[in-house]
């Protein structure tokens, strides 16, 4: 089976990117899939909510520089199954130092190729940075599937309609040819309120079949999770979080073909 490369991307901070990232990866992983999630934030949440060390020099820093290879920098989790690149703030200046390179955007998918020639991964996902900044692009140009989470508010749309813009441009262009959108999802949902289900609505509306059916509850144990260095199944597998992110991967699995 070829690996599926899918970033995981929204130019908003706040929506529950990272958690997606982090909870979807370990659900795939737990539903029987060999699974690297790619932290390619400099914030390192990813890093941290899976409870691996930010360590000097551990980023794909120097891999997208040219300087190794990435297959060094993947490191072990305490998840079966599941393998991570961690981030470290040296990618914070990867935005500066990749934009003076030949192939600019194109850099992690090079990075990428001998993790994928190796056939140790199913599945590839890519938490990007919360912009549309060179590395976000970067995982664009690499990854064939994109998931966006969504925030169930009101500005919502503009995101994807800029989201939308910037991959119609990267098409054009000939940086992306083959991503699409595996699908979008909505977070943060308080089935209570009157906002909330207005907002599923009217995204449904506008892109149907593209919205997972399965909705990310707002809720204080999914919240909590990170911080202690676990996927929301591993810190409370009886919560409406942990159902929810298990019907994702289902979803996802079901969307890219079993």
Not at 233 to 248: E, M, N, P, R, V
Request: glycine fraction near 10%; proline fraction near 5%; include cysteine.
């Amino acid at each position: 089976m070829a690996t599926t490369i899918i970033a995981v991307a929204n130019q908003k901070g706040g929506v529950g990117k990272t958690t997606t990232a982090i909870n979807l990866a370990s659900c795939l992983a737990a539903a029987g899939r060999r699974v690297l999630l790619f932290d390619l934030d400099p914030q390192a949440n990813a890093t941290s909510g899976l409870g691996v060390e930010k360590a000097a020099g551990g980023s794909a820093y120097r891999p997208l520089l040219g300087e190794g290879s990435l297959l060094e920098k993947i490191k072990p989790t305490a998840w079966e199954r599941l393998e991570i690149i961690p981030s470290e703030v040296d990618l914070c200046a990867a935005d500066v130092e990749l934009a003076r390179l030949e192939n600019h955007l194109f850099r992690v998918a090079r990075s990428l190729e001998p993790v994928r020639d190796s056939g140790r991964f199913d599945l590839v996902l890519i938490d990007c940075p919360p912009s549309l900044g060179i590395l976000t692009l970067n995982a664009f140009a690499a990854s064939s599937r994109l998931v966006v989470p969504l925030q169930c508010e009101y500005y919502a749309l503009e995101g994807i309609s800029m989201m939308n813009r910037v991959l119609g441009q990267l098409r054009e262009a000939g940086v992306a040819p083959n991503l699409e959108i595996l699908g979008i999802v909505m977070t943060m949902f308080d089935g209570r309120t009157k906002l909330s289900n207005e907002v599923v609505g009217e995204v449904r509306n506008l892109l149907g079949n593209k919205v997972f059916e399965t909705l990310i509850p707002r809720g204080t144990r999914l919240a909590e999770a990170p911080s202690f260095g676990k996927p929301i199944t591993d810190y409370d597998k009886y919560s409406s979080g942990a159902a929810a992110y298990q019907l994702l991967a289902r979803e996802v699995l079901d969307r890219l073909g079993g």
